[in-house]
Each structure stands twice: as structure tokens, then as C-alpha cells.
């Protein structure tokens, strides 16, 4: 049985270039977390994806906005997948300073818990999901990290102040997530259309 379960675990490192393994404990949320200072628009940079939404790793271009309602928050979600833009908009319940949540209308990507673990509300912003808890105990069985920018295109030193968060997060590197392209941009496309102009 030792073999066996420590076998599966080399499979799942070998297979995403990453032990999973590692983002099974729940970190703690970032200290001083204002919820307020992160509204507004945000680039998706790097992630990985729970299991239950692995579609996305197919996203060309992937972005949020951010508003408020009350003390809660909504995702304005725009993705890109096949030169085809969509939105996919979820609540954010505020349970604690930087720990959330998610309501999502379709029932599954994005339900669960959602931690603001990392950054500043004017560079980037680094999240942990959890969509699947443990029965074992405190652990995540099914983890997400998506990490997000102000801008699209992040210049050497924010992706080396990423990169230390990381580091001191999960002991893991940008190297071992994966990155989105942004091959082209959903919000411009959303503007040349002028739909939902409150919104973009």
C-alpha cells in the first residue's frame, strides 16, 4: 500500500511538472487585507487549475474585474478559448478579512473557498481555491492558484516579486505554473463592441 500510494504521488509530480502534493495544506490569507483596495480590472498570469475546471487550461486570454456589492464582491470573468470570448460571473461571500466564499450560477468551477494569500492591491494579487476538502483532515484535495496582475503584460521585477511569493508560499516558482498568454484581449474586444460599457 506504501508503494503504491508513494507511487501515484510520483505520477501526479512527473505529470504536471509540480508535486501537488505541496498545495494540499490551506494557507493562511495575506495579513492586512483590504478588500475594497483589490476592485477593479486584473490579468490572470499564472495558474493551476482545480480539477474540476481543467478546461481552462485551454484559455488564451483570461482577465477579471472586480466590483462590489455590499461587503461581498462580483467576478466579471472574461476567458478566451478557440478566438471566442465569454464572460462567467460568480459572487465572492466575505467570510473573513482575505477569505471568501465563491457562489458560481453554473454550480461548479468556481464554488469553494477562495483565500487572498498574497500581494498589494497596485501590482499583482495571488489567490488560493479549494474546491474539495480532505475527509482525512485539514488538507485540500482538489487546490487552485491563479495569479493575477494590474497590467497585462508584467515587466522582469513583478514577476520576480511573484516569483518570492511563491517561493515562500509553496516552495514552488512561476516555472511550474502555467502561463497565459494573452494572445489577444477579451476586455478590447468587449470595448470595440461597446457591451457592458459600466463594466469595462
Not at 5 to 25: N, Q, Y
Request: with cysteine; glycine share 8%.
Amino acid at each position: 500500500m506504501v508503494f503504491l500510494w508513494t507511487f501515484a504521488l510520483m505520477l501526479i509530480t512527473v505529470a504536471k511538472g509540480m508535486d501537488e502534493t505541496k498545495l494540499w495544506r490551506i494557507p493562511p490569507p495575506m495579513k492586512g487585507h483590504q478588500w475594497e483596495t483589490f476592485l477593479g480590472r486584473w490579468y490572470y498570469q499564472f495558474r493551476k487549475s482545480a480539477c474540476s475546471w481543467s478546461g481552462s487550461n485551454e484559455f488564451t486570454d483570461y482577465g477579471a474585474l472586480i466590483t462590489r456589492e455590499s461587503k461581498n464582491t462580483i467576478w466579471f470573468t472574461l476567458t478566451m478559448r478557440n478566438g471566442i470570448c465569454n464572460t462567467i460571473n460568480h459572487r465572492g461571500i466575505l467570510i473573513s478579512p482575505g477569505v471568501y466564499t465563491t457562489k458560481d450560477p453554473t454550480g461548479g468551477s468556481f464554488s469553494g473557498t477562495y483565500i487572498i494569500v498574497a500581494g498589494d492591491s497596485k501590482t499583482f494579487g495571488i489567490s488560493y481555491g479549494c474546491t474539495k476538502m480532505s475527509v482525512l483532515g485539514d488538507k485540500c484535495e482538489d487546490a487552485s492558484i491563479a495569479v493575477r496582475t494590474r497590467i497585462r503584460y508584467p515587466d522582469k521585477a513583478v514577476i520576480a516579486m511573484i516569483n518570492d511569493a511563491l517561493l515562500q508560499l509553496w516552495g514552488i516558482t512561476v516555472d511550474e505554473l502555467q502561463r497565459v498568454k494573452h494572445i489577444e484581449s477579451c476586455f478590447q474586444k468587449k470595448q470595440n463592441m461597446q457591451l457592458n460599457k459600466q463594466w469595462w
